[in-house]
């Protein structure tokens, strides 16, 4: 896609937090190189708008409802037009720049970063250039299951086999829901959304 020039750069903002929206509608228009194309509280409503709205980048928090930045990256990948993606996080995960990139996303900060930062990323991403933490790339379609802890290959294996989850909690002395928030982790470690993903990585790997 060729690099986008045009002046002002119109922004739209996608995060769950009000708070959020309010200081970055401030920081922008105190600026005159963006305009603010639009807001949206999660991925889903981010999506509805772009069948009717123009952005050039989005800039987008990583843990919202309905749709995680996750999901919004999944969707998007196959529109030939299609905003630059700037995610823009407090989660402290390492292995979430990785994962953005791999996704798709052309830009990751962390909201520990000075919020002026933000400002140059923009400019950067509308013209064409990636911002991302330093990240060793040889790593970003290596084996996902060589980043997992043995006892997450442990709960791995035990899906893979078949397991539920209150077959899980039973064999861990834990409770359904420490499992369900045990797996949630694992599913971000390996980059999938679900169960069924899970298990498809494990038996992939055993091959």
């Known amino acids: 896609m060729a690099a986008r020039t045009k002046l002002p750069i119109e922004v739209a903002l996608v ?28 991925g889903e409503r981010f999506l ?13 928090g990583w843990v919202m409802p309905y749709k995680d930045g996750r999901a919004v990256l999944e969707a998007l990948a196959g529109r030939p037009e299609r905003p630059r993606i ?19 996303a052309a830009a990751f900060l962390s ?8 400002l140059d990323i923009l400019t950067a991403v509308a013209h064409g250039q990636m911002v991302f933490p330093f990240l060793d790339v040889r790593s970003l379609h ?13 709960l791995l294996g035990s899906l893979g086999t078949g397991c539920t989850n209150a077959e899980l909690a039973r064999a861990l002395g834990v409770s359904v829901n420490t499992v369900k928030f ?24 055993r091959r």
Not at 86 to 104: H, N
Not at 142 to 151: C, H, I, N, T
Request: charged share 30%; proline share 8%; net charge neutral.
């Open 15 to 42: 995060d769950k937090s009000p708070l959020v929206h309010a200081a970055l509608k401030s920081l922008l228009a105190h600026d005159e190189r963006f305009s603010l194309a639009f807001v949206a509280s999660d």
């Open 86 to 104: 700037v995610i823009y996080t407090g989660d402290p995960d390492p292995a979430l720049p990785r994962q953005a990139m791999a996704l798709g």
């Open 182 to 205: 045990h797996l949630r982790n694992l599913f971000d470690k390996l980059g999938v959304r679900n169960r069924a993903q899970a298990v498809q990585l494990w038996h992939e790997a």
């Open 48 to 60: 509805d708008a772009l069948e009717r709205l123009h952005c050039d980048v989005a800039v987008m």
């Open 142 to 154: 290596a084996d996902p299951l060589g980043r997992l802890s043995p006892r997450e290959r442990e």
């Open 111 to 118: 909201k520990r970063e000075p919020p002026e930062r933000l």
